[in-house]
């Protein structure tokens, strides 16, 4: 079975930083890899995705990931945060394509002025 | 455009009662599916759809229950609700073959 490890519950940058978010996957065989968004009061949203391709991941927003197989991570960064960017950020991972997803526990992000 | 609703958004119910969620997508999706999210636990997933009449079970299934009679809706039944059943509640859709979900604005449910 999937596990997923998101390390840190609540991560705060300022604004203009670098932000990195930590997951930590569990599995044998490398798995399809997610990066999901939720603002308040709403679902989440996709913000990019690893199927196998290419290791780096290049997403929506200016956020990108790279998969790291020796490591089993698959970290989230931006370069410069936005205040827009404050938000909840789930990691999951499914064992294949329209598989059920497992998900870790959640980075919240605050963005400093 | 196509979409995934949820109804009701916000629901307060007692224990012992029957509840229904109400998950309805216009993308003409195979795939379905309900998660509970929790404070610390991240998105557990409930139950699953593939198709019509398929329905399976997930992480965390016991109380709940689902039916699939056509391509568009996936009801979440609680039996009998318990406290322990406050949360919010996602569901999402996927194309068959295909890896991203897509997912539904939620439903925030309290049994008192």
């Known amino acids: 079975a999937q596990s997923v490890t998101q390390l840190g519950s609540h991560v705060s940058v300022s604004e203009g930083a670098l932000v990195l978010l930590r997951c930590n996957y569990s599995?044998?065989?490398?798995?399809?890899l997610f990066w999901y968004v939720q603002y308040p009061n709403q679902g989440l949203q996709l913000l990019l995705k690893?199927?196998?391709?290419?290791?780096l991941v290049k997403g929506i927003n200016g956020f990108e990931a790279e998969f790291k197989k020796s490591e089993t991570s698959f970290h989230l960064t931006k370069p410069s945060a936005h205040m827009s960017d404050a938000a909840e950020y789930f990691c999951?991972?499914?064992?294949?394509?329209?598989?059920?997803?497992?998900f870790g526990s959640g980075t919240q992000l605050t963005v400093l002025p | 455009d196509a979409e995934i609703t949820q109804s009701p958004r916000h629901k307060i119910t007692e224990t012992g009662r029957q509840v229904t969620l109400a998950c309805h997508q216009t993308?003409?999706?195979?795939?379905m599916f309900w998660y509970r999210q929790d404070l610390g636990h991240g998105l557990r997933l409930i139950h699953y759809?593939?198709?019509?009449?398929?329905?399976n079970k997930g992480e965390v299934s016991d109380g709940y229950s689902v039916s699939r009679s056509n391509t568009e809706d996936l009801p979440l039944t609680l039996e009998s609700a318990a406290s322990s059943q406050t949360s919010v509640y996602f569901c999402?859709?996927?194309?068959?073959?295909?890896?991203?979900?897509?997912f539904g604005p939620g439903t925030r449910l309290t049994v008192l």
């Open positions: 999402a859709s996927s194309s068959p073959g295909a890896d991203t979900q897509y």
């Open positions: 599995s044998s065989v490398p798995p399809y």
């Open positions: 690893y199927t196998s391709a290419a290791t």
């Open positions: 999951g991972a499914s064992s294949g394509s329209a598989r059920q997803l497992t």
């Open positions: 993308w003409n999706h195979n795939n």
């Open positions: 759809s593939y198709g019509v009449q398929d329905t």
